[in-house]
Structures are given as structure tokens and as C-alpha cells.
């Protein structure tokens, strides 16, 4: 299985099903991929607190995607480590593109 099956192509954008580990020593977006869940790993340095982690989450997806964190919403799993992220105006195309140049670097 591919981790294309993490992305949802809609008409506002990608939504990308991750996982999330908080807390981790390093931010590593993404980490890797969960065949049997289908989603994409990501470890946080924020803890789970007041939203600490999810912020951080918006933020460096808008880092990795070149996008402004107010076109990143988390629509799904507020509160859980399994998360759905939209990203507004991204295409299944590019989003596979960044997605793959950055599991391939965790491949070493």
C-alpha cells in the first residue's frame, strides 16, 4: 500500500489523514507511513496541551506546503492523535510530490 491512501482529494483543497506523535525530541513532518491505519506519521515537540501540538501541527504544514496557516484547518480528531488536515488550494498532485520528497528522506 501506498501512503497516497492518507490524501482526499475535495474541492477545497487535500485533506491528509496523519498521525500524530506529540512530544517527540524532534518535528519531523512526515516521519513516515502507517500501512494499516493509512496515515501519515508526524512527530511534534509540543506537548498535547491547550492546543500547544495542533498549533504546531498547522504551522509546519504550512511550512513544508509553502501555505499561510489560515488555509490549514485540522476538520477531523481535534483532540486525538489521529487527525484529518485540509489544506486549502492544494492540488492531489503536488500534495503526493511534497509528501513523497519528504518520506523519501526518511527512508536513510
Same mark, same amino acid.
Given at each position: 500500500?501506498?501512503?497516497?491512501? +492518507?490524501l482526499?482529494e475535495?474541492?477545497d @483543497?487535500i !485533506?491528509?489523514?496523519?498521525e500524530?506523535?506529540? =512530544?517527540s525530541k524532534?518535528?519531523c513532518?512526515?516521519? @513516515?507511513y $502507517? ?9 511534534l515537540?509540543? $506537548?498535547?496541551?491547550k @492546543?500547544k +501540538?495542533n498549533?504546531?501541527? !498547522?504551522?509546519k504544514? +504550512?511550512?513544508l506546503f =509553502?501555505l $499561510?496557516?489560515?488555509e490549514?484547518?485540522?476538520?477531523n =480528531?481535534q483532540k486525538?492523535t489521529?487527525?484529518? !488536515?485540509?489544506?486549502? @488550494?492544494v =492540488?492531489?498532485?503536488? +500534495? !503526493?510530490s511534497?509528501?513523497?520528497?519528504g518520506l523519501k528522506?526518511q527512508?536513510?
Amino acid at each position: 500500500m501506498s501512503f497516497e491512501d +492518507a490524501l482526499r482529494e475535495t474541492e477545497d @483543497g487535500i !485533506v491528509i489523514d496523519v498521525e500524530v506523535t506529540p =512530544g517527540s525530541k524532534k518535528i519531523c513532518i512526515p516521519s @513516515g507511513y $502507517n500501512p494499516w491505519r493509512k496515515r501519515i506519521e508526524v512527530k511534534l515537540s509540543e $506537548n498535547a496541551r491547550k @492546543g500547544k +501540538a495542533n498549533e504546531q501541527l !498547522v504551522e509546519k504544514f +504550512a511550512s513544508l506546503f =509553502g501555505l $499561510n496557516e489560515s488555509e490549514i484547518s485540522i476538520t477531523n =480528531g481535534q483532540k486525538s492523535t489521529k487527525k484529518s !488536515v485540509l489544506l486549502k @488550494g492544494v =492540488g492531489y498532485p503536488r +500534495a !503526493v510530490s511534497v509528501l513523497k520528497d519528504g518520506l523519501k528522506g526518511q527512508e536513510s
